[in-house]
């Protein structure tokens, strides 16, 4: 069973990718939280870095659901395993998975790092032929 902050962790993405809203999930964050992922060079950082992460990866999606999968947890961190399903702005689908670790302090995160599937969003050309 997930602890109280990876549960509402996982619960408020899942309303953030509902409702486009990500002031929810900015509010889970330390004032100097540090956000990345693998597009990134430099971690983002605090709440304002929150924000613009969340907003960028909504952005990148016309439509976005996750599916977490599995939870590991241990001495004030979570990794969370998850399955994305959703559309891209051109109309594709995109199916995705990846792990995020989360840490936490005082109820807060104050670390947010996720891996994933980044072949999933290079276009393949299905015409053609390997050399």
Known sequence: MASEIAERFMQTLQQVEE????EMLVAMFT???KLSNL????????????RHFWQKYL???ERIHS????VVEGDGT???EWISH???PTGK??????????ETANGQVCHFRTYYDSAAFVPHNTHEKPE
């Open 19 to 22: 409702t486009g809203d990500v």
């Open 31 to 33: 004032e100097d939280a």
């Open 39 to 50: 597009a990134m060079l430099e971690p983002l950082s605090g709440r304002d870095g929150a």
């Open 59 to 61: 952005s990148v999606f």
């Open 67 to 70: 599916k977490f999968t599995n």
């Open 78 to 80: 979570a990794v969370l």
């Open 86 to 88: 959703g559309t891209l």
């Open 93 to 102: 689908p995109i199916n995705y998975r990846g792990v995020s670790l989360i």
